[in-house]
């Protein structure tokens, strides 16, 4: 067969079957990033049925999926509310990082991978997945819980973070001394600060100078824009991802709007394409003898979301039952572990097969989390309360007949949820 045939036929067949594992993954409930890893691991290198024509060319739709990924989440914050997140949620932000990252960091270390195997494994266990958490709180109702803004202050944290963090594992898989670590996060730093300065000071002018009525003109400026600037600070060892999500940032309002309509049937397109090239980079052979030690490591990080969660919104003065659910909300893994992971895999491939294991273990527990820990916690509290009491009223029994003051009752107080 003609490579372009060849190209054509595997290409249509790729996406024929991404939008029917997207169907049915909408039918039962389900995000559809595990099936979409699950099915570049049945098609990739060791599977059922090895791409060969289309390998080059989902390659660069990866790539192209992990910018759109990353311009979008900048596209839904704007300079202000990431400024007032860092005011208000850092206590909570280095907690979540403490707690989530440490974890994977041990795990890298014990595997042996070494510090730029620690370093990216901890990325990996860090992140929460604010694609599958958004979701999952649109479909159960939630936007509206006072919990909500505490989840979401807490994912913003991880997105900003994602700024410093992605040009220093970069710098390390480069094999950059610490000198030149420390230049590349400088560098990082410096244009974050640089990019928030200008998203503040001078926002309304980027936006009008990208501005355009025709739908048309403003996909291609901005996607043009973003590639430009990603392409640029890869160059720079800043990460592609960071330039697209400093694009997203730096724009606001109408401009904002219109562009994440446009791009995204295109980022939901790349970034599937993506998740797939992840799977068919991985050897299916390769994720049984991991799966122990991920089922572990997603075990310990379920927890350490939740006890993050609960911190966070205690904080905030929730009451216990939101605080539970916050916990529970953020636990999903997804698109950014990936992405972290995919970065690492070509300096240690065996980053990739624990990762993709730990992804499709969260990314399924995740949903059922946020829906079960409030009530199961709730009613452990009760049992446990009921425990405390049995005691006391068995006392009561052999003691004479309280007074009439002593059965007045306090009156309750009420903690908010």
């Given at each position: 067969?003609?490579?372009?045939?060849?190209?054509?036929?595997?290409?249509?067949?790729?996406?024929?079957?991404?939008?029917?594992?997207?169907?049915?993954?909408?039918?039962i409930g389900l995000s559809p990033i595990p099936l979409y890893l699950l099915a570049g691991?049945?098609?990739?290198?060791?599977?059922?049925?090895?791409?060969?024509?289309?390998?080059?060319?989902?390659?660069?739709?990866?790539?192209?999926?992990?910018?759109?990924?990353?311009?979008?989440?900048?596209?839904?914050?704007?300079?202000?509310?990431?400024?007032?997140?860092?005011?208000?949620?850092?206590?909570?932000?280095?907690?979540?990082?403490?707690?989530?990252?440490?974890?994977?960091?041990?795990?890298?270390?014990?595997?042996?991978?070494?510090?730029?195997?620690?370093?990216?494994l901890a990325g990996v266990t860090w992140i929460s997945s604010s694609g599958v958490i958004?979701?999952?709180?649109?479909?159960?109702?939630?936007?509206?819980?006072?919990?909500?803004?505490?989840?979401?202050?807490?994912?913003?944290?991880?997105?900003?973070?994602?700024?410093?963090?992605?040009?220093?594992?970069?710098?390390?898989?480069?094999?950059?001394?610490?000198?030149?670590?420390?230049?590349?996060?400088?560098?990082?730093?410096?244009?974050?600060?640089?990019?928030?300065?200008?998203?503040?000071?001078?926002?309304?002018?980027?936006?009008?100078?990208?501005?355009?009525?025709?739908?048309?003109?403003?996909?291609?400026?901005?996607?043009?824009?973003?590639?430009?600037?990603?392409?640029?600070?890869?160059?720079?060892?800043?990460?592609?991802?960071?330039?697209?999500?400093?694009?997203?940032?730096?724009?606001?309002?109408?401009?904002?709007?219109?562009?994440?309509?446009?791009?995204?049937?295109?980022?939901?397109?790349?970034?599937?394409?993506?998740?797939?090239?992840?799977?068919?980079?991985?050897?299916?052979?390769?994720?049984?003898?991991?799966?122990?030690?991920?089922?572990?490591?997603?075990?310990?990080?379920?927890?350490?979301?939740?006890?993050?969660?609960?911190?966070?919104?205690?904080?905030?003065?929730?009451?216990?039952?939101?605080?539970?659910?916050?916990?529970?909300?953020?636990?999903?893994?997804?698109?950014?572990?990936?992405?972290?992971?995919?970065?690492?895999?070509?300096?240690?491939?065996?980053?990739?097969?624990?990762?993709?294991?730990?992804?499709?273990?969260?990314?399924?527990?995740?949903?059922?989390?946020?829906?079960?820990?409030?009530?199961?916690?709730?009613?452990?509290?009760?049992?446990?309360?009921?425990?405390?009491?049995?005691?006391?009223?068995?006392?009561?029994?052999?003691?004479?007949?309280?007074?009439?003051?002593?059965?007045?009752?306090?009156?309750?107080?009420?903690?908010?949820?």
């Open positions: 067969m003609h490579d372009t045939t060849a190209l054509l036929v595997e290409l249509g067949s790729v996406i024929l079957g991404l939008g029917i594992i997207g169907r049915f993954a909408g039918r691991l049945a098609f990739g290198e060791g599977g059922l049925l090895p791409l060969g024509a289309s390998e080059e060319f989902t390659a660069i739709g990866a790539e192209i999926g992990v910018i759109l990924l990353l311009l979008l989440l900048g596209l839904e914050y704007s300079a202000s509310e990431l400024v007032t997140s860092l005011k208000t949620q850092y206590p909570s932000g280095a907690v979540d990082f403490v707690l989530n990252a440490t974890p994977g960091a041990i795990a890298g270390l014990m595997l042996g991978w070494g510090p730029v195997g620690a370093v990216a958004a979701k999952v709180m649109t479909d159960m109702g939630r936007l509206g819980n006072r919990e909500t803004p505490v989840i979401l202050g807490v994912l913003v944290i991880e997105d900003l973070a994602m700024a410093v963090y992605l040009p220093l594992l970069t710098a390390m898989l480069a094999g950059v001394g610490l000198a030149g670590g420390s230049i590349a996060l400088l560098v990082a730093l410096g244009t974050v600060g640089f990019v928030l300065y200008l998203a503040l000071r001078h926002g309304r002018l980027i936006s009008r100078a990208v501005s355009s009525d025709n739908p048309e003109m403003l996909l291609l400026v901005v996607l043009g824009l973003t590639v430009l600037v990603a392409g640029v600070a890869q160059q720079l060892q800043v990460s592609a991802a960071v330039g697209a999500f400093l694009v997203g940032i730096a724009l606001s309002g109408e401009v904002a709007e219109g562009a994440r309509k446009l791009l995204t049937p295109l980022r939901d397109l790349f970034a599937a394409v993506f998740f797939v090239f992840f799977g068919l980079s991985t050897d299916p052979a390769e994720i049984p003898p991991v799966l122990l030690p991920a089922a572990l490591l997603a075990i310990v990080t379920v927890f350490t979301k939740i006890g993050t969660g609960w911190y966070a919104s205690r904080r905030a003065g929730i009451g216990p039952r939101g605080r539970w659910r916050a916990g529970g909300t953020l636990v999903a893994r997804g698109e950014f572990s990936i992405v972290i992971a995919g970065l690492a895999v070509a300096t240690e491939p065996r980053i990739g097969p624990i990762a993709t294991a730990y992804v499709l273990i969260l990314v399924i527990v995740g949903p059922l989390t946020a829906r079960w820990t409030e009530p199961i916690a709730s009613k452990l509290q009760g049992v446990l309360a009921g425990k405390r009491t049995k005691p006391a009223v068995a006392t009561a029994e052999a003691e004479p007949m309280p007074s009439h003051d002593d059965l007045t009752p306090e009156p309750a107080g009420r903690d908010s949820d």
